[in-house]
């Protein structure tokens, strides 16, 4: 990409980081069917835009917004599941893990975003909202738990590394090279 779609896909990333307040307060004052309408016009005009990716990450956001008043709709839905609460979830967890790999190269493709931000939305319920399955005793352990303490550093610091990274990049690998890579 040129330096002016860089400059205009940050200057939207940044506009709709204004907006997310604004889309918390939305999010709090309307009811589950004004929420599943907002989801779908996000989903409608993510998949119409040209550069669809920050639309399709801010859908998953919204999810996030959504997941105090629908986590424990969705763990009450996986207990009540046909399947089980247990198979209900590795379904879902299969399914987050794999999409990508499924629908790349597919009319489907554009979809990925969404149906991982959907199953990345139940697990994250279940494990909010259903603390007593014996599966979360693992979250306890006290690595994870030390982990979990000093994980949002190292989030904050691997964008600051990955440019260092690619202007090293730039410097030790040749043109012809880097050029050559799809």
Same mark, same amino acid.
């Given at each position: 990409p040129?330096?002016?779609v %860089?400059a205009?896909k940050?200057r939207?990333e940044?506009?709709?980081?204004?907006?997310?307040?604004?889309?918390?307060?939305i999010?709090r004052? @309307?009811?589950?069917?004004?929420?599943? %309408?907002?989801?779908?016009?996000?989903?409608?005009?993510?998949? @119409?835009?040209?550069?669809?990716?920050?639309?399709?990450?801010?859908?998953?956001?919204?999810l996030g917004?959504m997941?105090p008043t629908?986590g424990?709709?969705?763990?009450?839905?996986?207990?009540?599941?046909?399947?089980?609460?247990i198979?209900?979830?590795?379904?879902?967890?299969?399914?987050?893990?794999? @999409?990508?790999?499924?629908?790349y190269?597919?009319?489907?493709a554009?979809?990925?975003?969404?149906?991982?931000?959907?199953?990345a939305m139940?697990?994250?319920?279940?494990?909010?909202y259903?603390?007593?399955?014996k599966?979360?005793? %693992?979250?306890?352990?006290?690595?994870?738990?030390?982990?979990?303490?000093?994980?949002y550093s190292?989030?904050?610091?691997?964008f600051?590394?990955?440019?260092?990274? @690619? %202007?090293a990049?730039?410097?030790?690998?040749?043109a012809?090279?880097?050029?050559?890579?799809?």
């Amino acid at each position: 990409p040129n330096e002016v779609v %860089v400059a205009i896909k940050g200057r939207l990333e940044m506009e709709v980081a204004l907006l997310l307040p604004v889309m918390h307060v939305i999010n709090r004052k @309307a009811g589950p069917l004004a929420n599943i %309408v907002i989801l779908l016009l996000m989903l409608w005009m993510s998949t @119409a835009a040209e550069d669809t990716s920050t639309g399709r990450w801010v859908f998953a956001f919204y999810l996030g917004l959504m997941l105090p008043t629908w986590g424990p709709w969705l763990v009450s839905a996986a207990r009540t599941s046909p399947l089980g609460e247990i198979p209900t979830l590795v379904l879902t967890s299969a399914m987050f893990g794999s @999409a990508r790999h499924l629908f790349y190269g597919t009319q489907y493709a554009i979809l990925t975003p969404f149906i991982e931000g959907l199953c990345a939305m139940m697990i994250l319920a279940c494990i909010v909202y259903h603390r007593e399955l014996k599966l979360w005793r %693992v979250l306890d352990l006290r690595f994870l738990r030390v982990m979990g303490r000093i994980s949002y550093s190292f989030y904050l610091m691997h964008f600051p590394i990955h440019y260092l990274v @690619a %202007v090293a990049m730039f410097h030790l690998v040749s043109a012809g090279v880097l050029l050559s890579y799809p």
